[in-house]
Structures are given as structure tokens and as C-alpha cells.
């Protein structure tokens, strides 16, 4: 489906598959969004080529050759596949041979339509995809998924692909391992990140394509034109992780890891859930918007101009940055316009999956959990859930919809906190937490993303009255020390100015916050 944020298919001419691949000319794609996608409306004839290849023998595949036989089961005709890698990490097409693969022409390719992140081009069919690619070197490096987390527009491109039923596969490639913890932002269902570099993602991509084939012809129909296909998969997929061996264990973290190692994929679940699966038991997909949250200044609380504390704002992921020293922060999520495709009035199960229980609150606000308030205090790192050997610096909340048999993919609620900063917090007259000092400097060996935290190479210690009032705080950093008052001013020759804070990103290195004062004042 070719979607606007929330909406339907625009029209166009379809490109007509031909010996299992479809070629993508620019002149034959329709501009969705001036200047910014670009739309293939495909049209695919049925084949009578197999399911599966000779090869697939496992008890997965059994499954599956038996409920296409028996017509239960639609198959993979008229799904798309496209390697986003130029054949380094590709699904043979003698293992699934009725997927029609994306092919891009030569004048596509030179401009790299064809290679990386997904996104110039949009499909109105159902597609599964991969790039065994990752930013290897330079300041910057990073996995796909990290890439796309930290763009600018990523996250409009990333919802706008999952509503059209489109989920790539791309590899975590360094950023979650022992050594660095995890360093995925943020929790989303837009994409499976598989633990491991280069290949390690064709399991996860077998599984999709037997996923999209094992369900019902009248069930995947209804889930694309109810643009819940993308949602519904990534339930199935996580209800199908060896861990998973309960309702109970899919409303936890385990279910919902920000990385999946590919020896946790049970195909024989996977296939036999999404078969179960009819127009009418599939579930709504969760929908949330931030109805209220903790204010911060830039420039006080936190440092840098341009920056927020906000990294996404979407419908089905949310995510925040903890910039801002405050001690606790906390937010009003309302989940009331998610929608039932069968009409029915869904209840919600609101649900840490990873961070400290001891220092996140989650406070329903009314009995069918339509809203809820989440209060966190700042917490130290963790282990991943089923990874000890992993930390990770997110807190991730999930919000389940279920208005039936089963609890939907959740909503998905991120904090990342920067564990690079000492902070110290104590507690003032009235008992409330404060901030005592912060330390902004990346200790020798640790690693924090300077995207989406510039190096700033200071400390600060905070000073308090006796009523508890913040009264003043004092810098420490390679100029000296430089007092600010509790408005974040400092005293010049001219008076007190508030200085300004730019990121300045020099060329091969990576980004710096440099604070500036005013033009015409002068520091004293």
C-alpha cells in the first residue's frame, strides 16, 4: 500500500512482475510526497512454482508444504523481496521461489536506490527485506538500525513503511554486545535487528517470508487493506521466540528485545500461530500519543542548541532522550485512539519490559487502561532480559491492546539515559531529589553515541540556599571555572549574559558542544 502518514493508496500505473522479479525504472514510479518517496504499485501474476524449496525439510517447513496443500494457507504469492546489500546477505530464490524479487535498474542502482537503509521507495504489496550493511568506520560508525533511529525523518519513513506492511532485516553489527552494551535508542517495531554481523539476518527473514505465507488467504488480505500486516507479523514473530512460552512471558521484556539472536526463532509456532490467525481473532494495533510530559529548559536543565529530548513521536513508538539532570520525570500516555478492525472495545495492559521496578512507576488512570501515567527516577544500567552479559541504558515500556484472543504487538514507550555522565544526586530540605554534580565527560574506554550526545568536555556542581532553592552552579573545564546563576547566566564586563550552546560537528571527528556568549559581550 502506498500510505500517507494515516492514509490510503494513491493511484498509478502497476509494474508487472515477470519470472519471479519485478524491475524498478524511475520513470515508472509515482512521487508520493513531493520530493520525498517515491511509489511502486506492482501487479504480480500467480505461479505455480512451490512454497518452499527442495532443501526445507525442518519440521517448520513440513508445517507449512502441508497447510498450502491443503489450500489453508495463501502462500507467498504476491509478496516482494528485496536485498538491500547487492547479494552479500540474500534469501536464495530457489528457497523460497513463489516471492517476487525487487530489481533495480542500472540508472536506480548508480544513485543507490538499491543499497542500505529502506526508504526512497515505497511498495503497495507486502514485502520483507534486508541490508547486511552497517557504518563500519569513522567517528560515526553504527548499525542500520541505529542510522535510522538517529536521522532527522527516520522515524516518519519507518512508520510509513510498517503501515504498508514492509519489515527489514538488518544486523546490530557491534552495537549490542558485552563490550559496548546496547546501543539501539529505542525499542520500535518498525524493523528485526539480528544479533550478529554479516548473515546472521537470513533467519530472520526465512521466518518472515514463512510467516506471510502460513496465513490464511482471507486473513492476510484483511490484514493489508487494514494496514495491520507489518503489526501482526511482529506479534506472531515475538509469540514464536523459544523464551516465549506464555501469555504471560509475551507481556515481558524477553518478547521484546531490541536484538534477536537467530537461534531463538521457533519456525513450527511461528507458522502454526499465523494460520490460526482469522479476520476476526487478529488484534488492533496499539496507538499512543504523549497527553503531558516533564518540561526542561535548553540551556539550564540541559545543553545545545537545536537539541530535544525528544527522538521520536509516532504512533506505535515513542521515545525520549534523558538530557535534562531532573532527578524523575514523568508522563501521561493516552492509548484511546487505537481502533479494532472488527469494532470491538480493546483493553490495555500496560507493562515494563526493561529498567529498574523499583524506580518506574506505571499508574492506569481509568479501568480500561486507556491511559496510564509513567513516573521513572533516574536508574543505573541493567542487563538485558535474558542477556546478563549485556547492559542496556534504555527503559522500555510496552502498552498490549487486546480485544479478543490474543494481546497485540505493543506500543512502545523508550528513555534512553546517558550512562557516560557521573551524575550525583542528593535530597534537600523538603526530602525531594536534586542534582549535585554532573560530569559530562566520556570516561576513558566507554562509548556514547555522539549523535545524539556531543562531547562536552565539562563538569558541573550545583549549589543550593538553605530553603533548598538551586542558588548557583559552577563549571569546571579546560578554560577554568565559570560560574552560572541559578537562570543559567553568567557575569560579563557587560553584565549577566546567558550564553548559547552550538554543536559543532568538525570534519572527520564527531560532534562537540562549544558554548559561546553573546556577540558584544565580553567574559569577565
Known amino acids: 500500500?502506498?500510505?500517507?502518514?494515516?492514509?490510503?493508496?494513491?493511484?498509478?500505473?502497476?509494474?508487472?512482475?515477470?519470472?519471479?522479479?519485478?524491475?524498478?525504472?524511475?520513470?515508472?514510479?509515482?512521487?508520493?510526497?513531493?520530493?520525498?518517496?517515491?511509489?511502486?504499485?506492482?501487479?504480480?501474476?500467480?505461479?505455480?512454482?512451490?512454497?518452499?524449496?527442495?532443501?526445507?525439510?525442518?519440521?517448520?517447513?513440513?508445517?507449512?508444504?502441508?497447510?498450502?496443500?491443503?489450500?489453508?494457507?495463501a502462500g507467498n504469492h504476491g509478496d516482494l523481496y528485496e536485498n538491500r546489500?547487492?547479494?552479500?546477505?540474500?534469501?536464495?530464490?530457489?528457497?523460497?521461489?513463489?516471492?517476487?524479487?525487487?530489481?533495480?535498474?542500472?540508472?536506480?542502482?548508480?544513485?543507490?536506490?538499491?543499497?542500505?537503509?529502506?526508504?526512497?521507495?515505497?511498495?503497495?504489496?507486502?514485502?520483507?527485506?534486508?541490508?547486511?550493511?552497517?557504518?563500519?568506520?569513522?567517528?560515526?560508525?553504527?548499525?542500520?538500525?541505529?542510522?535510522?533511529?538517529?536521522?532527522?525523518?527516520?522515524?516518519?519513513?519507518?512508520?510509513q513503511n510498517y503501515l504498508a506492511g514492509q519489515i527489514h532485516v538488518y544486523p546490530e553489527h557491534r552495537d549490542h554486545d558485552p563490550k559496548h552494551g546496547d546501543l539501539i535508542p529505542a525499542n520500535t517495531p518498525f524493523f528485526l535487528v539480528s544479533q550478529g554481523s554479516s548473515g546472521s539476518d537470513r533467519p530472520h527473514l526465512e521466518a518472515l517470508a514463512m510467516i506471510l505465507a502460513a496465513f490464511r488467504p482471507e486473513t492476510k488480505?484483511?490484514?493489508?487493506?487494514?494496514?495491520?500486516?507489518?503489526?501482526?507479523?511482529?506479534?506472531?514473530?515475538?509469540?514464536?521466540?523459544?523464551?516465549?512460552?506464555?501469555?504471560?512471558?509475551?507481556?515481558?521484556?524477553?518478547?521484546?528485545?531490541?536484538?534477536i539472536p537467530g537461534n531463538q526463532i521457533d519456525l513450527v509456532r511461528m507458522v502454526g500461530l499465523a494460520n490460526a490467525l482469522t479476520p476476526e481473532t487478529v488484534p488492533p494495533m496499539a496507538r499512543l500519543s504523549v497527553l503531558s510530559e516533564t518540561r526542561t529548559i535548553e540551556g539550564v536543565?540541559?545543553?545545545?542548541?537545536?537539541?530535544?529530548?525528544?527522538?521520536?513521536?509516532?504512533?506505535?513508538?515513542?521515545?525520549?532522550?534523558?538530557?535534562?539532570?531532573?532527578?524523575?520525570?514523568?508522563?501521561?500516555?493516552?492509548?484511546?485512539?487505537?481502533r479494532d478492525p472488527n469494532g470491538r472495545t480493546p483493553n490495555f495492559t500496560w507493562r515494563l519490559l526493561r529498567g529498574d521496578p523499583a524506580r518506574t512507576r506505571i499508574e492506569p488512570l481509568d479501568?480500561?487502561?486507556?491511559?496510564?501515567?509513567?513516573?521513572?527516577?533516574?536508574?543505573?544500567?541493567?542487563?538485558?532480559?535474558?542477556?546478563?552479559?549485556?547492559?542496556?541504558?534504555?527503559?522500555?515500556?510496552?502498552?498490549?491492546?487486546?480485544?479478543?484472543?490474543y494481546n497485540s504487538m505493543p506500543g512502545l514507550i523508550s528513555f534512553l539515559l546517558p550512562q557516560h555522565e557521573t551524575r550525583r544526586y542528593g535530597r534537600g530540605p523538603d526530602g525531594e531529589m536534586r542534582i549535585e554534580s554532573r560530569d559530562f565527560r566520556v570516561p576513558e574506554g566507554d562509548y556514547a553515541d555522539p549523535v545524539l550526545f556531543p562531547r562536552s568536555d565539562w563538569r558541573d556542581s550545583y549549589q543550593y540556599d538553605d530553603a533548598g532553592n538551586l542558588r548557583c552552579w559552577e563549571r569546571t573545564g579546560k578554560s577554568g571555572v565559570i560560574r552560572f546563576d541559578?537562570?543559567?547566566?553568567?557575569?560579563?564586563?557587560?553584565?549577566?549574559?546567558?550564553?548559547?550552546?552550538?554543536?559543532?560537528?568538525?570534519?572527520?571527528?564527531?560532534?562537540?558542544?562549544?558554548?559561546?556568549?553573546?556577540?558584544?559581550?565580553?567574559?569577565g
Request: aromatic letters at 6%; hydrophobic letters at 40%; zero cysteines.
Open 1 to 73: 500500500m502506498a500510505v500517507s502518514q494515516e492514509g490510503g493508496l494513491s493511484k498509478g500505473t502497476p509494474i508487472v512482475a515477470d519470472g519471479g522479479k519485478v524491475l524498478l525504472h524511475l520513470s515508472l514510479l509515482s512521487r508520493l510526497f513531493p520530493g520525498r518517496r517515491l511509489l511502486a504499485r506492482v501487479r504480480v501474476p500467480e505461479t505455480s512454482a512451490p512454497v518452499l524449496g527442495p532443501m526445507a525439510r525442518a519440521a517448520g517447513h513440513r508445517l507449512l508444504r502441508q497447510l498450502v496443500f491443503e489450500g489453508r494457507a
Open 85 to 159: 546489500d547487492r547479494g552479500h546477505s540474500m534469501l536464495a530464490p530457489k528457497a523460497h521461489p513463489q516471492l517476487t524479487h525487487v530489481v533495480y535498474d542500472a540508472e536506480m542502482r548508480k544513485a543507490g536506490f538499491d543499497y542500505g537503509l529502506a526508504g526512497p521507495v515505497i511498495f503497495d504489496a507486502p514485502l520483507i527485506g534486508n541490508s547486511s550493511t552497517a557504518v563500519k568506520h569513522g567517528p560515526l560508525w553504527r548499525s542500520l538500525p541505529r542510522m535510522a533511529l538517529t536521522h532527522e525523518h527516520g522515524s516518519l519513513i519507518l512508520y
Open 221 to 259: 488480505a484483511f490484514l493489508h487493506e487494514n494496514q495491520l500486516l507489518a503489526s501482526t507479523v511482529q506479534m506472531i514473530f515475538r509469540h514464536g521466540l523459544a523464551p516465549v512460552l506464555s501469555r504471560e512471558a509475551y507481556l515481558t521484556g524477553l518478547a521484546h528485545p531490541s536484538v
Open 301 to 338: 536543565d540541559y545543553f545545545g542548541e537545536g537539541l530535544s529530548e525528544r527522538l521520536l513521536d509516532t504512533p506505535v513508538a515513542l521515545a525520549r532522550l534523558w538530557r535534562s539532570h531532573v532527578p524523575t520525570r514523568s508522563m501521561v500516555i493516552s492509548a484511546e485512539a487505537t
Open 367 to 405: 479501568e480500561q487502561g486507556l491511559r496510564a501515567r509513567i513516573t521513572l527516577d533516574w536508574q543505573s544500567p541493567r542487563p538485558v532480559p535474558g542477556r546478563p552479559e549485556i547492559l542496556s541504558n534504555r527503559i522500555d515500556i510496552g502498552v498490549f491492546a487486546r480485544s479478543g484472543e
Open 486 to 523: 541559578a537562570e543559567g547566566r553568567v557575569h560579563t564586563a557587560t553584565g549577566l549574559v546567558r550564553p548559547y550552546y552550538m554543536v559543532e560537528r568538525p570534519a572527520g571527528d564527531v560532534p562537540q558542544m562549544a558554548m559561546k556568549l553573546p556577540p558584544g559581550s565580553d567574559g
